[in-house]
């Protein structure tokens, strides 16, 4: 009996593994580097790509840069946070700390893949391209935590003297990458980090129980 071979790869298919292997690559350099020391020949290099195929398919560092967000942001579902099953929960959930518990496992999720990216992101201060391009995520991940802040005010209330403004800022730091890196740094895995955030986040933004 003839042996059935697996259909070769289309060109579109090759053409994305590509891309999927230079936003990899440029994460790594850019979590290694930074992103001022980073260097579009050294991307293409680790990538196995020609650095004319880098910028055909990206242009710039600060489109790269982009799309390593976009990555991931978007997880490999492609899919954005309030489309993603946690944000679903988050709405579902009948009390505020399990609301803020869904939160905390689906965003701990993206700060994994992202944290390190936006910490060469924020260091590059002098790099306009670099300021856009966190300015335009934090843009959108603060909307998006705002819509949570404010379903748990209006659905569960927020502890007196804490107004929706307020509560979106606390979620913008205890969600942001910098304490995972740190928590990461002194032996803290994945699990107990998001633990720490859903107990502080129920702790610093949900009314007291009467």
């Known amino acids: 009996m003839a042996e059935v071979k697996g259909s070769k790869p289309t060109r579109r298919e090759k053409a ?5 292997r230079m936003i990899a690559a440029a994460q790594a350099v850019f979590a290694e580097e930074g992103y001022v020391g980073a260097r579009m020949t050294d991307i293409a290099a680790r ?3 020609a650095v004319q195929t880098l910028y055909f398919a990206f242009h710039t560092k600060g489109e790269l840069l982009q799309a390593c967000y976009d990555h991931a942001v978007l997880g490999p579902d492609r899919l954005p946070p309030a489309e993603q099953p946690f ?7 009948r009390s505020g700390r399990a609301a803020l518990t869904a939160f905390a496992r689906g965003n701990g999720i993206i700060v994994a893949r992202v944290a390190a990216l936006d910490q060469a992101a924020r260091a590059a201060t002098t790099e306009p391209d670099a300021v856009e391009v966190r300015e335009r995520s934090e843009q959108l ?3 998006g935590y705002r819509a949570i802040a404010e379903h748990v005010a209006v659905r569960f209330g ?5 107004d929706v403004d307020g509560a979106t800022d606390i979620m913008l730091v205890l969600g942001s990458g910098a304490p995972y890196l740190m928590l990461r740094e002194y032996g803290w895995d994945d699990e107990r980090y998001v633990a ?11 009314a007291r129980p009467r």
């Open 87 to 93: 944000y679903a929960e988050v709405f579902k959930a």
């Open 16 to 20: 994305a593994a590509t891309r999927e």
């Open 196 to 206: 720490w955030v859903a107990d502080a986040l129920a702790t610093q933004l949900l």
């Open 158 to 162: 927020l502890r007196s003297g804490l």
């Open 47 to 49: 990538a196995g790509v």
């Open 141 to 143: 991940r603060r909307a």
